[in-house]
């Protein structure tokens, strides 16, 4: 069997760190979790991952930072963005920027994942 | 006129011959100088030809760089709050004034480049100035610093999207713990405990939507101040209200229309306008069960306003209670059809916004039938013909 596609998950808050990466590896992914911005980056660069789960408001380095920094090394990664932030500003700038969709909290798993599949197919 | 104010009226005339101003004293020029707004006065053609010392101030321009000038020309040039520069079109209040003979309805929040770079919030009111024959001879501008008060708005805005991730994680959590729970994914649930859980479940989706509610109307709310009115190009913003709100028709198997007249624009606050129109439109569609909702948007170029009108077939809001569907919290008591849920915030939104556009907003609906709301917008066409 290949090796479970590894997902990160850029999400400062533990709780729901672990229910997204606790979703994702029911659903047969590995998540590897960042908790905030700077490791996110270091992670979503140096490590071989397919996807990105990405929070906006994350000490040290924002998700919108994150985003621009992955898009210029990886331009074709799944990032979907999952944030408080639900103002039409908000999402205009991160589609703008690259993301592949937008989810704003309060959320349902069971939605995330298929929106990830959804990306990750697209791609 | 009452007597009291006849009384007074007389007793002030008399003072006034008791006391006489020195002649050749500038006692205007000294008034002028000492109120703390800016205000200067114009010829015809909008040259300077008064600067007052809180101009100085707030500018930085000195009265004689700035005598004989045209506003215009680096002086004083006024842009929305994105930077696009109004003198010369329509939005320049004072080119407005003149051009039509009226004062300012209301203060204009704009922003004026300051000498030294940069530019400082100012809030403006134009009167046209007449000879005694009725000629039209200038204008007068005045202009208040509000710099300050703008910074309160945006520690404002600050605050509520501080408070906003700070209600909205514990939220996501107990929402998205519940949502895994409930579908097993960490083990069978007996039947007790599902029912359990789909009751906190339940409970947790209303707080949540009377938390977003609120938050939406402490964003909205907000004083004139805060908001970020632009040169706004209206007619794609309907379009995209539009294509956002046929999806969710379609779910209902309603049919939505939508008529826009393109060029549309005004001097307006996008994510305000949005949300407004946005709230209009997903009300007609929640409050329709069958039938059509439809959007139209036209210019009138008697009265220059954008007329916005959004119809439905839906249940309708009896006359008696048309009047106070626009307070805050109100909520349309209907036994057994009124069950959608909501704070009753979001017509209240509706209303704050389009009258801080200097907008008014009209209601016709018949129960049972349906309702058409019509808004009428301060605003102007773009052609592109010349």
């Known amino acids: 069997m290949a090796d479970p596609q590894q997902i990160l998950v850029a999400e400062d808050d533990p709780g729901l760190n672990r229910l997204i990466s606790f979703k994702l590896e029911k659903e047969g992914f590995k998540a590897i979790s960042a908790f905030d911005g700077k490791k996110a980056l270091k992670t979503a660069l140096e490590e071989n991952i397919s996807a ?14 994150v985003l621009k920094k992955v898009r210029a090394a990886k331009p074709h990664l799944p990032v979907i963005i999952l944030s408080v932030k639900s103002r039409e500003a908000d999402l205009h700038q991160a589609l703008e920027l690259g993301a592949s969709d937008y989810m704003t909290k309060p959320f349902q798993p069971e939605k995330l994942v298929e929106r990830l599949k959804q990306v990750m197919e697209d791609n | 006129m009452s007597d009291n104010e006849m009384n007074h009226r007389q007793n002030s005339a008399q003072k006034e011959k ?27 053609e909008r040259n300077i030809v008064f600067w007052n010392r809180a101009a100085e101030i707030i500018t930085g321009y000195r009265q004689e760089e700035v005598l004989g000038k045209r506003c215009a020309d680096d002086v004083l040039e006024h842009t929305d709050q994105a930077g696009n520069k109004l003198c010369s079109t329509e939005l320049c209040p004072l080119y407005k004034a003149m051009k039509t003979g009226k004062p300012t309805a209301a203060p204009l929040i704009v922003k004026a480049l300051h000498k030294e770079g940069g530019r400082v919030v100012v ?43 700070e209600l909205k994680t514990p939220l996501a959590n107990m929402q998205g713990y519940l949502d895994l729970l409930l579908a097993g994914d960490a083990g069978d649930l007996n039947e007790t405990q599902e029912e359990f859980l789909t009751t906190i479940y339940n409970e947790e989706q209303k707080l949540a939507g009377y938390i977003e509610e609120l938050l939406d109307m402490g964003r909205f709310e907000g004083t004139d101040y805060s908001y970020q009115r632009n040169i706004l190009d209206f007619s794609p913003l309907l379009e995209g209200l539009a294509r956002s709100f046929s999806a969710e028709a379609g779910k209902k198997t309603l049919s939505f229309s939508h008529k826009i007249t393109p060029g549309l624009a005004l001097f307006g606050d996008r994510e305000r306008l949005s949300q407004a129109f946005g709230n209009l439109i997903g009300n007609a569609i929640k409050y329709t069960e069958k039938g059509t909702v439809s959007l139209e948007a036209e210019f009138n170029r008697d009265s220059d306003e ?30 057994g059809t009124r069950s959608k849920g909501g704070t009753g915030v979001g017509l209240y ?38």
């Open chain 1, 52 to 65: 990105i789960v990405l929070d906006i408001m994350m000490p040290f380095l924002d998700g919108i930072q």
């Open chain 2, 18 to 44: 008791q006391f006489k101003i020195p002649e050749g004293a500038s006692v205007l020029t000294e008034i002028l100088d000492q109120v703390s707004d800016g205000i200067y006065i114009t010829d015809p």
């Open chain 2, 123 to 165: 809030e403006v009111s134009i009167t046209p100035l007449r000879s005694p024959a009725g000629d039209l001879i200038g204008g007068i501008e005045i202009f208040r610093d509000i710099s300050a008060k703008v910074e309160l708005e945006e520690q404002k805005a600050r605050f509520f999207s501080s408070l906003s991730h």
């Open chain 2, 306 to 335: 954008i007329i916005v009108s959004i119809s439905d077939s839906g249940i309708g809001i009896p006359e008696s209670e048309q009047k106070s569907i626009f307070e805050m919290f109100y909520r349309v008591e209907n036994p």
């Open chain 2, 349 to 386: 939104i509706v209303e704050r916004v389009i009258r801080r556009h200097d907008g008014r907003l009209t209601l016709k609906s018949v129960p049972g039938e349906g309702s058409i709301f019509t808004v009428y917008l301060p605003g102007f066409i773009k052609n592109n013909d010349h």
